[in-house]
């Protein structure tokens, strides 16, 4: 892929004597699923925090569609299109599916007058009817999230996200805890949201689901990128050697042809 909806570039990140990310770059192509894996501690959820806006890096660039970026807050992040579903989903259990779709960004008439409108309850279900019938979501908008089930609830979840995420959605676990139906459902969102023009960083200890969705992996170990590789069943136990910090000449391993591949200047990588 030529085009790079995401570029990050040593980005840095310490909690007093931790180093939580040490100079990881990686790029997310136009309409790519890259699959972002490596154990408890690797660093994964401070780069997507850092993504996210919820935390901010103490050094390295961020750009968007190439243009730098300083990623502020959560609400920064969502109005440079970037959505992202947490392992706690963050739904409110007594709304239903469309108070959870809007819940933050209610449509407003007239638009003119900004806060000062009123909020169009029939536009929001009509919408969210809509969403829910194009993304393929078998649930009913008027049921609460409370009564729906681990797979339903994270459903919701990720269509929200992939209907309001412009450009990028990050995925932290989405299918943990979920059966093998309800794990399906929500592999076939993530499959199809490049068909509706998002890009996706998919978070997951299942190398199964990975390899039925992503495009490329890579994996982070100690806060360092320490590789990436087609996410497929051919390089399934390459991940796994990366991800645990065996097999020979890994430390030594060149990046691959992928652009997503570390500055060369970027430190040497940790050991197991």
């Given at each position: 892929?030529?085009d790079?909806?995401?570029?990050?570039?040593?980005?840095?990140?310490?909690?007093?004597?931790t180093?939580?990310?040490?100079?990881v770059?990686?790029?997310?192509?136009?309409?790519?699923?890259?699959?972002?894996?490596?154990?408890?501690?690797a660093?994964?959820?401070?780069?997507i925090?850092?993504?996210?806006?919820?935390v901010?890096?103490?050094?390295?660039?961020?750009?968007?569609?190439?243009?730098?970026?300083?990623?502020?807050?959560?609400?920064?992040?969502?109005?440079l299109?970037?959505?992202?579903?947490?392992?706690?989903?963050?739904?409110?259990?007594?709304?239903n599916?469309?108070?959870?779709?809007?819940?933050?960004?209610?449509?407003?008439?007239?638009k003119?007058?900004?806060?000062?409108?009123?909020?169009?309850?029939?536009?929001?279900?009509?919408e969210?009817e809509?969403?829910l019938?194009?993304?393929?979501?078998?649930?009913s908008?008027?049921?609460?999230?409370g009564?729906?089930?681990?797979?339903?609830?994270?459903?919701?979840?990720?269509?929200?996200?992939?209907?309001?995420?412009?450009?990028?959605?990050?995925?932290?676990?989405?299918?943990?805890?979920?059966?093998?139906?309800?794990?399906?459902?929500?592999?076939?969102?993530?499959?199809?949201?490049?068909?509706?023009?998002?890009?996706?960083?998919?978070?997951?200890?299942?190398?199964?689901?990975v390899?039925?969705?992503?495009?490329?992996?890579?994996?982070?170990?100690?806060?360092?990128?320490?590789?990436?590789?087609?996410?497929?069943?051919?390089?399934q136990?390459?991940l796994?050697?990366?991800i645990?910090?065996?097999?020979e000449?890994?430390?030594?391993?060149?990046?691959?042809?992928?652009?997503?591949?570390?500055?060369?200047d970027?430190?040497?990588r940790?050991?197991?």
């Amino acid at each position: 892929m030529t085009d790079h909806v995401l570029e990050v570039c040593d980005l840095e990140k310490r909690f007093g004597a931790t180093m939580a990310l040490d100079r990881v770059s990686l790029k997310l192509g136009e309409g790519e699923i890259l699959a972002l894996l490596g154990d408890n501690g690797a660093g994964k959820s401070t780069l997507i925090k850092i993504l996210s806006g919820v935390v901010r890096p103490d050094a390295g660039d961020i750009r968007i569609d190439g243009k730098p970026v300083h990623i502020s807050s959560p609400h920064h992040a969502r109005e440079l299109g970037i959505e992202t579903v947490y392992q706690d989903l963050a739904l409110f259990d007594n709304f239903n599916a469309t108070g959870n779709f809007y819940a933050g960004r209610e449509p407003v008439k007239p638009k003119w007058l900004g806060s000062l409108g009123w909020v169009s309850d029939r536009l929001m279900a009509r919408e969210t009817e809509e969403l829910l019938n194009r993304l393929q979501v078998n649930i009913s908008r008027n049921d609460e999230i409370g009564i729906m089930s681990g797979g339903q609830r994270q459903a919701v979840a990720c269509a929200r996200a992939i209907a309001f995420g412009k450009r990028i959605v990050i995925l932290d676990e989405p299918t943990s805890a979920l059966g093998a139906r309800e794990s399906g459902n929500v592999l076939r969102l993530i499959k199809e949201a490049p068909e509706h023009g998002v890009s996706v960083i998919l978070i997951s200890h299942n190398l199964e689901h990975v390899t039925r969705v992503a495009d490329r992996a890579v994996v982070l170990r100690q806060g360092r990128y320490v590789g990436e590789a087609e996410a497929d069943a051919d390089h399934q136990e390459e991940l796994v050697s990366m991800i645990v910090g065996s097999g020979e000449g890994l430390d030594e391993a060149e990046p691959s042809e992928h652009e997503g591949a570390r500055s060369q200047d970027q430190p040497a990588r940790a050991e197991a």
